[in-house]
């Protein structure tokens, strides 16, 4: 759904069912760790007064709340001209304070809030902020209690305004507008999926040199740390040598390295990664906070039969240590056991592409190139 204010358009990102479960949540932890204090809960006007009602009605231990007033935005972007407090008066001594804030962007603001705060001697300080946006957020203190982490956009909504307007919405919304959201142009991830032998690997390479993307493969990089034999390599290392799956932490950890290190290009090329879908929803967390997204998965689809020839030719020339008949099978096995399932989990997102594989490398190449074309141009 699309919105206007002023001159503006903003797009639906965030309903409203979505920041009402991240309230509840928060309230949750909020009541676990604070009953039996003596809280005082200070909300940050004037975007965070709907967040703070919202927060406070869930509060079920007896507790204070108090506004304070202070401008630091003129029009979309932060001035970092952050000017004093008013509005807080009472005594703070003994006093757990929990800030209650809308949103942390570049994190200024907050640190000005706490320094400011602290001149009135609580016994603790404590954040709560609804959005954080982790691209824009420069200071090192940690937020205590974080309802979601969003991209760096300019978002309205749910007290957010765009110069005045946009308050009362309950839900919250993105500006459509790319310039006023940093974005020149966003990188494209996609996916290429299929059991081992289907030839992810090849046509990799040829996509990446046709469109100019980056090569990403997990089972590269980890066969790298094999070979230097790092502490991560030999974790590794017992695991794909019985054809099973190297933990998923150690996967995210080498995956979002990479994701970071490949910031400026085009679009990436995802190779055996995500291969669980708890790799698959950790992925999707971690570019949507970046502002990215998957473009699509290319399944390749070849017959079992098939699969085993074509990795026991490469065990002739030379191939992997993993492709014994032995530890093939059970490659295979892991891939239906559990691979498989991620194909089903980017199908209900409407970016699973089902690709023969059987046919002619360069057909099957065109077949993708199709798809890629057709993204690129919307
Ligand atoms: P590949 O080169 O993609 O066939 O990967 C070789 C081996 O590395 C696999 O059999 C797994 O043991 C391990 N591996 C590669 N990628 C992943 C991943 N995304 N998750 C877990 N294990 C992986």
Do not use: C, W
């Not at 959005?131 to 200071?139: E, G, N, Q």
């Not at 290429?192 to 993307?213: A, D, M, R, V, W």
């Not at 017959?303 to 492709?323: C, N, P, Q, T």
């Amino acid at each position: 759904m699309r919105i206007k204010l002023h001159d503006k358009e903003f797009d639906l990102t965030i309903p409203s069912k979505r920041i009402q479960d991240a309230v509840q949540d928060m309230a949750d932890d909020i009541n676990a760790q604070l009953f039996g204090k003596d809280v005082v809960f200070v909300a940050i006007l004037n975007g965070a007064f709907m967040f703070a009602a919202d927060l406070f009605k869930r509060i079920e231990f007896n507790a204070q709340i108090s506004f304070i007033k202070f401008a630091s935005y003129e029009g979309t972007k932060s001035t970092g001209n952050v000017k004093k407090l008013i509005g807080l008066n009472e005594d703070l001594s003994g006093k757990t304070v929990v800030i209650l804030e809308d949103i942390i962007d570049s994190g200024i603001t907050m640190e000005k809030i706490v320094d400011q705060i602290n001149e009135l001697n609580p016994e603790e300080i404590r954040i709560a902020s609804l959005l954080v946006k982790p691209d824009a957020f420069m200071k090192n203190y940690s937020v205590d209690y974080i309802g979601m982490e969003i991209p760096n956009d300019f978002i309205v909504g749910y007290g957010l305004d765009y110069d005045g307007l946009g308050r009362n919405l309950t839900a919250i919304y993105t500006s459509s507008d790319a310039e006023q959201n940093n974005i020149i142009e966003k990188v494209k991830y996609f996916l290429l999926f299929g059991p081992p032998g289907s030839g992810k690997g090849t046509q990799s390479k040829k996509i990446i040199e046709k469109y100019n993307l980056v090569h990403l493969s997990t089972g590269d990089l980890l066969r790298k740390e094999l070979e230097s034999n790092s502490r991560l390599g030999q974790i590794a290392k017992k695991h794909m040598n019985k054809g099973g799956l190297v933990p998923d932490d150690i996967i995210l950890g080498m995956v979002a390295k990479e994701i970071d290190a490949n910031k400026g290009t085009k679009g990436v090329v995802l190779d055996g990664f995500p291969r669980t879908v708890e790799q698959a929803k950790s992925l999707d967390k971690l570019l949507f906070n970046k502002n990215y997204e998957i473009s699509a998965m290319f399944a390749l689809d070849v017959e079992e039969d098939e699969l085993v020839k074509r990795l026991l030719e490469r065990a002739k020339i030379g191939g992997r240590v993993d492709d014994t008949p032995e530890i093939i099978t059970k490659r295979i096995q892991t891939y239906k056991m559990t691979t498989a399932k991620v194909a089903e989990y980017y199908n209900e997102q409407g970016k699973l592409h089902e690709i023969n594989g059987m046919g002619d490398i360069d057909n099957i190449s065109d077949e993708i190139s199709k798809v890629i074309e057709a993204i690129s141009q919307k």
